[in-house]
């Protein structure tokens, strides 16, 4: 258990679905971030938080909203998906935004039909 | 745009055998390249950062050098519980840029 905890670890929804994936860490942070990783390509980072406020929205499509209620969880709520957004969608945190602080979520699982 | 290049894509070793990993970059002011690993299921987890060309740290079996266009992952005598995915990311620009740009990876796998 590296502090950051995703859920669920595995998803599958229609395209029509509403849903929502979960991050939470308890290692004092103040900012955290939610990563796409898909196959053959470098993770894209898609939102950033810091201390609750959104800091960065990456040019990501409004079917993917954040929601940062505190320091300590994110949402990435997920509405009309396509099936090239079956992807690894990654959780992480850090302390002032310094690389060497990104601890990782292990990651949900999503796959689109 | 800040780029990373990481080469090979894959790479197969017999235990004990030496390599190097390759992690090329383009960017504008460099505020520190990161190295993390990644097993299969599995969020990265983070292994070092190198701040300035001429920069060495070391963990165990992996020691990663920094030069001005280039860092490398050297791997000596690697064991099979090494095989993962190694992942280089560069933060650059000035504060509150908080963007980490990943390269796509090397997949290493070592065989007994």
């Known amino acids: 258990e590296t502090g950051v905890t995703q859920t669920p670890r595995h998803l599958v929804m229609g395209m029509t679905n509403k849903k929502s994936l979960k991050c939470e860490q308890h290692?004092?942070?103040?900012?955290m971030y939610w990563y796409k990783q898909s196959a053959k390509k470098p993770l894209e980072l898609m939102f950033v938080?810091?201390?609750?406020?959104?800091?960065e929205n990456n040019s990501v499509p409004s079917r993917f909203s954040p929601e940062c209620p505190n320091s300590s969880h994110l949402f990435l709520h997920l509405h009309t998906l396509q099936p090239e957004d079956s992807a690894l969608y990654l959780c992480?945190?850090?302390?002032?935004?310094?690389?060497?602080?990104?601890?990782f979520g292990s990651g949900t699982r999503l796959t689109v039909v | 745009e800040d780029q990373v290049t990481q080469s090979p894509e894959a790479l197969r070793l017999q235990e004990g055998e030496s390599s190097s990993l390759n992690c090329s970059y383009t960017?504008?002011?460099?505020?520190?390249l990161f190295w993390y690993r990644q097993d299969p299921g599995k969020g990265p987890e983070f292994l070092f950062t190198?701040?300035?060309a001429g920069e060495e740290k070391e963990k165990e079996r992996l020691k990663a050098t920094l030069t001005k266009k280039e860092s490398f992952l050297h791997i000596t005598a690697p064991k099979p519980e090494d095989s993962a995915t190694y992942l280089c990311?560069?933060?650059?620009?000035?504060?509150?840029?908080?963007?980490?740009?990943f390269g796509t990876g090397t997949r290493l796998t070592i065989i007994p």
């Open positions: 992480a945190s850090s302390q002032d935004f310094r690389g060497y602080g990104y601890t």
């Open positions: 290692l004092g942070h103040n900012a």
């Open positions: 938080y810091s201390l609750e406020e959104r800091v």
């Open positions: 960017v504008s002011g460099l505020r520190g």
């Open positions: 190198l701040y300035s």
């Open positions: 990311a560069v933060q650059a620009g000035g504060f509150g840029n908080e963007k980490l740009t």
